[in-house]
């Protein structure tokens, strides 16, 4: 029960605002699903953040448990390394979008214009 009132309690926010954020096109469609990645992305730094805060934590305390002071120190490692990937790839992300030029908004006037002539009586 309290696992189904904290995922609620999570979903809460993304329920309010659904109606607001109203998916016409492809392009809104790319702009929400764009918005859910980085809203994530930011989720799992600050989740990685305080795993290594807490590991460090624990690593201290356990200044007179050998094992434990090993197994603190390879998760911690474990930590590092995962926050490392992370801001890597969202890093990587940020410079192709730079190389290549991509924007987050449609191309406006892409395509050729028909013209039409309008001859009055």
């Given at each position: 029960?309290?696992?189904?009132?904290?995922?609620?309690?999570?979903?809460?926010?993304?329920?309010a605002?659904?109606?607001?954020?109203?998916?016409?096109?492809?392009?809104?469609?790319?702009?929400?699903?764009?918005?859910?990645?980085?809203?994530?992305?930011?989720?799992?730094?600050?989740?990685?953040?305080?795993?290594?805060?807490?590991?460090?934590?624990?690593?201290?305390?356990?200044?007179?448990?050998?094992?434990?002071r090993?197994?603190?120190?390879?998760?911690?490692?474990?930590?590092?390394?995962?926050?490392?990937?992370?801001?890597?790839?969202?890093?990587?992300?940020?410079?192709?979008?730079?190389?290549?030029?991509?924007?987050?908004?449609?191309?406006?006037?892409?395509?050729?214009?028909?013209?039409?002539?309008?001859?009055?009586?």
């Amino acid at each position: 029960m309290k696992k189904i009132l904290a995922t609620l309690a999570v979903l809460a926010p993304s329920v309010a605002f659904a109606q607001s954020n109203q998916i016409n096109d492809f392009n809104s469609l790319t702009v929400k699903l764009t918005n859910i990645g980085t809203t994530i992305i930011s989720i799992l730094i600050a989740l990685g953040v305080i795993y290594i805060v807490w590991n460090a934590v624990q690593f201290i305390m356990a200044a007179d448990n050998a094992d434990k002071r090993k197994e603190k120190g390879q998760a911690l490692l474990y930590g590092i390394v995962g926050l490392f990937v992370i801001l890597s790839i969202w890093g990587l992300v940020a410079i192709l979008t730079g190389t290549f030029s991509t924007q987050n908004t449609a191309p406006v006037n892409q395509f050729p214009q028909v013209k039409t002539f309008v001859t009055g009586n």
